[in-house]
Antibody, heavy 120, light 105 residues
C-alpha cells in the first residue's frame, strides 16, 4: 500500500524553528518528485514546496522563500521540511504529497498531515 | 496564477448532476487537476490534465476545459461524494489551488 506519514508538528513560538518529516512506503521513493502543501483548518490548500526526484531542484512559494528548506533522504525514504523564522501565519496542517511523474506538478498520494501551531 | 472556483458551496441530492467551475487568471492550457477532500483526510486526486480520470476514480466524475475555463462534473451524485472539491493549476510556480467548493445536502 502506498503511504505517506507526516510527523514533527508541534506548538512553537514565533521566530522558532521546526523540522517536519514524511515517511514514505509502498513505492520507489527515489523515482518521484515530492511536495509539501498546507491548509489552515476550514480553509483552502496552499502549495508550499516541491523537490525533484533527484533532489537537485527545489521550488517554494514566495512567503516561505529563505525561511523553509525542503530536502529528501532516499536511503531513509523520507521527505523533510526545515522551517525557520516561523510566523503566526505559518500555522496550518502540513501535508506531504507524492507527484506521479517529473514535470506534472500535481499530487496523486497525500498523507494525513501534521499540525504546526505558531503562537506565543 | 489565481484560481477562482464557483460556487463556494452547492446543495444537492443523491442522483443530482453537479457542476463545479474553475477559472484561471491566465491561460494554463490543460494543466489542471481536481481533488476531493473529506473531513479529516488528505485530498484525493480525481482528474489530471483537465480531463484525464485518475485510476480508480468512478466514471461519474469528469473534467473538461482548456485555457482559462474548466469544469468538474459529477453525473449522478452518490452519498460518498459529499465533500469539498478543489482545482489546482499545474502550469507554473507557485502552484495554486482554487478556494474550494463544498458539496452538501
Amino acid at each position: 500500500e502506498v503511504q505517506l506519514v507526516e510527523s514533527g508538528g508541534v506548538v512553537v513560538q514565533p521566530g522558532g524553528s521546526l523540522r517536519l518529516s514524511c515517511a514514505a512506503s509502498g513505492f520507489t521513493f527515489d523515482h518521484y518528485p515530492m511536495h509539501w502543501v498546507r491548509q489552515v483548518p476550514g480553509k483552502g490548500l496552499e502549495w508550499v514546496s516541491l523537490i525533484t526526484w533527484d533532489g537537485t531542484t527545489t521550488y517554494y512559494t514566495d512567503s516561505v522563500k529563505g525561511r523553509f528548506t525542503i530536502s529528501r533522504d532516499d536511503n531513509e525514504n523520507s521527505l523533510y521540511l526545515q522551517m525557520n523564522s516561523l510566523r503566526t501565519e505559518d500555522t496550518a496542517l502540513y501535508y506531504c504529497a507524492k507527484d506521479p511523474r517529473s514535470g506534472s506538478y500535481i499530487m496523486d498520494v497525500w498523507g494525513q498531515g501534521t499540525t504546526v501551531t505558531v503562537s506565543s | 496564477i489565481q484560481m477562482t472556483q464557483s460556487p463556494s458551496s452547492v446543495s444537492a441530492s443523491v442522483g443530482d448532476r453537479v457542476t463545479i467551475t474553475c477559472r484561471a487568471s491566465q491561460d494554463i492550457s490543460i494543466w489542471l487537476a481536481w481533488y476531493q477532500q473529506k473531513p479529516g483526510k488528505g485530498p484525493k486526486l480525481l482528474i489530471f490534465d483537465a480531463s484525464s480520470l485518475q485510476s480508480g476514480v468512478p466514471s461519474r466524475f469528469s473534467g473538461s476545459g482548456s485555457g482559462t475555463d474548466f469544469t468538474l462534473t459529477i453525473s449522478s451524485l452518490q452519498p460518498e461524494d459529499f465533500a469539498t472539491y478543489f482545482c489546482q493549476q499545474a502550469s507554473g510556480f507557485p502552484l495554486t489551488f482554487g478556494g474550494g467548493t463544498k458539496v452538501e445536502f
